[in-house]
């Protein structure tokens, strides 16, 4: 499990937790690190009775199940109603469906296609339900979708989303899910009283929650076992990798880092273009979150700091030191978010101009950081991060790191990442980590000229996952 997957909300799991996978709304601008290039094509093999989608683009490992059957997948392939898609912490799988429909399948992620009767005929009497078992995902919707909203569902293992016609993003581990909606609208709530996981469509009630694109809601929201209905988050601050014309880059992985959204996607030319930038934009981190909106608020701790650590609600975790999200974004003269999870994002100070330098590297000294260890249940147990080093190798465009700790559940632990330093003016600074044998995922920020630093990290352990933040000065 995991809290900060890397796609590129926060996260990867930002595989299914904090970091998986990660998530853009209304303005952001995947960045393309990667040189990852394919084309979308459908094959106009007929398909069997129950076919309804195929794959038009696979990149890594990924599986179809289906009656407790494994068959690895190949572009091409049929996607049966029934099966479930699982892609490995490499793989990325893009579906068409037969009414026009888009999905594309993060690493680390797990999708099954529940129902998907399109009525050609008579597209209102159209049903499609999938369920995000966990990880990331983007999907827009198509002829079913937008004839038949009534009946059109996604589950995650906390909530139950309906749509308005929409191109969404969805990230969800065990505990949490997080939406973020690109266009058009999405109704998202609770499962309990009126809401039903065999149920259609979207739920009504007290705990149901309709987020809009571009909304004063923000365009964004979350679900916790830990509220009591969703929570709207500010505008501007969940980004998802793969969204046109934003103006930041996301990646979600999965729980934490581990966890990973799931997407919807229309059938427009706009959405299969957007689709295509999903794919290319930091394909190794999947659940990170990083956003390119601009907010002026003030902080709490270290307000000579450009850099604060803000969580997004409820109380903080046992020896945390984040603060709200509103006071990390108050403070250092009007803070934005620069990358996150479901639990905690970086707010950075705006500085203008943001100097990054072309050649040359730098190496930065561990400030403070914190780490804690993740069971089952959500169970939270502190560790400390006693040493590390960070190395900015401005002329590759690349950094490197390695973090020593303690943890009471796993003794020792020995972190190390290495990955993609951005210099583009829409993401000035951004580091997220390449793909990793070890699982180990990091997404951070530099300040201008690089005198301050901090990052979000997740490493696997035995049916846990460890997951920290920390904080470097040169």
Not at 145 to 165: C, E, Q, S, Y
Request: glycine share 12%.
């Amino acid at each position: 499990m995991g809290y900060l997957r890397m796609s590129v909300y926060l996260g990867r799991r930002l595989t299914a937790g904090l970091f998986s996978s990660l998530l853009p709304l209304t303005s952001v601008v995947s960045v393309a690190l990667g040189s990852v290039a394919f084309v979308l094509t459908v094959s106009s093999a007929k398909a069997s009775e129950h076919t309804v989608g195929q794959v038009t683009f696979l990149v890594g490992k990924a599986e179809q199940v289906k009656g407790g059957v494994a068959k690895a997948i190949r572009r091409g392939d049929a996607i049966e109603v029934g099966a479930t898609v699982q892609t490995s912490n490499n793989g990325h799988v893009h579906i068409r469906f037969v009414d026009g429909a888009l999905v594309s399948v993060r690493p680390s992620s797990s999708l099954k296609v529940t129902e998907y009767n399109f009525v050609k005929d008579n597209p209102k009497s159209s049903k499609v339900k999938f369920e995000l078992v966990e990880g990331t995902a983007r999907a827009v919707t198509g002829a079913a979708g937008k004839a038949a909203k009534d009946n059109f569902r996604l589950n995650t293992p906390v909530a139950a989303l309906g749509v308005r016609g929409t191109d969404f993003s969805v990230f969800s581990s065990m505990s949490e899910s997080l939406v973020s909606v690109n266009s058009g609208a999405v109704v998202i709530s609770q499962f309990g009283d009126g809401c039903s996981r065999v149920g259609s469509g979207p739920c009504q009630g007290p705990s149901a929650l309709e987020v809009r694109a571009g909304s004063t809601g923000g365009g964004a929201a979350l679900v916790s076992v830990a509220t009591e209905k969703p929570l709207a988050l500010p505008e501007g601050t969940v980004r998802f990798a793969g969204n046109t014309g934003t103006a930041g880059v996301t990646n979600l992985a999965s729980a934490s880092l581990s966890a990973s959204p799931v997407a919807v996607e229309t059938s427009s030319s706009s959405s299969e273009a957007a689709v295509v930038a999903d794919s290319q934009a930091l394909d190794g981190a999947s659940r990170a979150i990083v956003s390119g909106a601009e907010v002026s608020l003030p902080t709490a701790g270290d307000s000579a700091s450009k850099l604060a650590w803000g969580r997004w609600y409820g109380a903080a975790w046992p020896a945390d030191k984040t603060v709200t999200y509103q006071q990390a974004r108050e403070g250092g003269g009007g803070r934005s978010v620069t990358v996150g999870n479901p639990y905690v994002s970086l707010y950075r100070s705006a500085e203008s101009p943001f100097v990054i330098p072309d050649k040359g590297s730098a190496r930065l000294a561990l400030q403070s950081g914190q780490v804690h260890w993740i069971g089952a249940l959500d169970t939270r147990i502190a560790g400390t991060v006693d040493s590390g080093s960070l190395t900015l190798d401005f002329g590759g465009k690349r950094f490197s790191t390695e973090l020593i700790g303690t943890n009471p559940k796993v003794g020792t632990f020995n972190l190390q990442a290495s990955g993609v330093l951005s210099t583009s003016n829409l993401a000035p600074g951004i580091f997220v980590s390449d793909q990793s044998s070890t699982g180990a995922r990091v997404a951070g920020a530099m300040t201008s000229n690089a005198t301050e630093a901090g990052y979000l990290f997740e490493q696997p352990a035995a049916r846990s996952i460890l997951m920290g933040t920390t904080n470097w000065r040169r």
